[in-house]
């Protein structure tokens, strides 16, 4: 299985944590969207697409990397990230995402999330809020996600 995961952590490095022990468990390089080649993302059989939460959603220019790229045909895809507050309905931030994916092509396997040290302006002035986190079991779920996940490529074609 080749596999490859695309992050964008910019407040913390907080979901680049998630994203390097995903990446340990699947084999898979952690890169940033500035870092991918295009074309080359076809090859894979998986790619993740991770940010932490702002105002909502995954960091622009996560986004806006997956908006440019082509309509395609493509493989399948997991989307991850770490927030303050959890991925609930009806404010989920992981749907508009997965949405997205499936105009370009990808069917989005499965969704992670976890809480992470948030720092946005009202939690700023009292040193932030879920501070220690993600923690050794967050980090034990992400592994256990990704497990689930290699697991299911390669039981199916
Ligand atoms: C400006 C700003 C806005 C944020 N907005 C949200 C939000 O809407 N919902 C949420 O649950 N967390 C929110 N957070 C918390 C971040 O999602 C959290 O800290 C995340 O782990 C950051 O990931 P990173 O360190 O990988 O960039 C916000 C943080 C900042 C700094």
């Known amino acids: ?5 695309v992050c964008t952590s910019i407040s ?4 680049k944590r998630i994203a390097d022990i995903m990446g340990q468990v699947l084999d898979a390089r952690v890169v940033a969207p500035e870092q991918v080649d295009m074309a080359d993302l076809a090859t894979y059989d998986l790619v993740g ?3 932490g939460i702002y105002l909502g959603s ?3 220019q996560l986004r806006q990397f997956v908006r440019s ?3 395609q045909q493509r493989g399948r895809a997991f989307v991850f990230a770490t927030s303050g507050f959890p991925d609930a309905v009806p ?9 997205l994916l499936g105009q370009k092509g990808f069917e989005t396997l499965d969704a992670f999330s ?6 946005y302006l009202p939690f700023k002035l009292v040193g932030g809020i879920r501070k220690g986190r993600p923690n050794a ?3 034990e779920s992400a592994r256990a996600f990704a497990e689930g996940l290699r697991a299911r490529i390669s039981t199916t074609p």
């Open 69 to 71: 790229l082509p309509e």
């Open 91 to 99: 404010h989920s931030f992981s749907r508009p995402l997965v949405r």
């Open 114 to 119: 976890c809480r992470a040290w948030d720092t």
């Open 137 to 139: 079991t967050d980090l």
């Open 1 to 5: 299985m080749k596999a490859i995961i």
């Open 12 to 15: 913390h490095g907080n979901t």
């Open 49 to 51: 697409f991770g940010s």
């Open 58 to 60: 995954f960091h622009p």
